[in-house]
């Protein structure tokens, strides 16, 4: 099997969907979500993603971490 890489601007390859068919678009989205399953898949094995997962729940489990109130009442602070 030959591989070639193309490099086409995100703008060009939103055209390209738009002429699509319908059943064709439902393909692609078919991959797409394959793709995606893939990659979300291997970040979720990823040592370095379950190192810093690892460690934010140690920061929480030691109470290193502010609320979203918090972080409001302190932004409006220095936006005064």
Same mark, same amino acid.
């Given at each position: ?9 995100? &703008?060009? +390859?939103? %055209? ?14 078919? !991959?797409? $979500? ?13 040592? &370095?993603? +379950?190192? %810093? ?14 609320? !979203?109130? $918090? ?10």
């Amino acid at each position: 099997m030959s591989i070639v890489n193309l490099q086409v601007s995100f &703008e060009s +390859l939103i %055209e390209a969907v738009t002429s699509l068919s319908l059943e064709d678009k439902r393909k692609l989205a078919d !991959i797409l $979500e394959d793709a995606i399953f893939e990659t979300e898949e291997d970040l979720e094995n990823d040592p &370095e993603v +379950l190192a %810093e997962v690892e460690e934010a729940r140690k920061d929480y489990r030691e109470g290193n971490y502010q609320t !979203i109130q $918090e972080y409001a009442a302190q932004r409006s602070e220095r936006e005064t």
